[in-house]
Nanobody
Framework: QVQLVESGVGLVQAGGSLRLPCAAS????????MGWYRQAPGKERELVAR???????NYADSVKGRFAISRDNAKNTVYLQMNSLKPEDTAVYYC?????????WGKGTLVTVSS
C-alpha cells in the first residue's frame, strides 16, 4: 500500500533553516507528482509546494524564495528545504501524493518557529 513517512520534527528560531524529508513506498515514485502541505492551528490545510519532475515545481506565494522542494528518485524521497523561517510558518507539515484518483497523506511532522 501507499506509505508516506515524514521526518524532521523541529523547533527552530526565526530566520533559521530546516529540511524535511518524506520517504515514499508503494508507488512508482519517479513518475509521481509529490507535494508538501501544512496546517497551522485553527487554519485549513494549505499547499506549500509541489514537484512533478525535477524542473517542474510550484509554490505558495507565502514561501516563494524561502522554501525549495526537491526529489531524489533513487531514494524515493521528496524534500522540503525551508530557509528564513518565520513564526507564521509554524504548522504540521504533510507529505502528499495523488494516486489512482485518491489523495494519500503522511502522518505529518510538526515544525515550530519561535520568535
Amino acid at each position: 500500500q501507499v506509505q508516506l513517512v515524514e521526518s524532521g520534527v523541529g523547533l527552530v528560531q526565526a530566520g533559521g533553516s530546516l529540511r524535511l524529508p518524506c520517504a515514499a513506498s508503494g508507488i512508482i515514485f519517479s513518475i509521481s507528482e509529490m507535494g508538501w502541505y501544512r496546517q497551522a492551528p485553527g487554519k485549513e490545510r494549505e499547499l506549500v509546494a509541489r514537484i512533478r519532475d525535477s524542473s517542474t515545481t510550484n509554490y505558495a506565494d507565502s514561501v516563494k524564495g524561502r522554501f525549495a522542494i526537491s526529489r531524489d528518485n533513487a531514494k524515493n524521497t521528496v524534500y522540503l528545504q525551508m530557509n528564513s523561517l518565520k513564526p507564521e510558518d509554524t504548522a504540521v507539515y504533510y507529505c502528499n501524493t495523488f494516486q489512482w484518483g485518491k489523495d494519500y497523506w503522511g502522518k505529518g511532522t510538526l515544525v515550530t518557529v519561535s520568535s
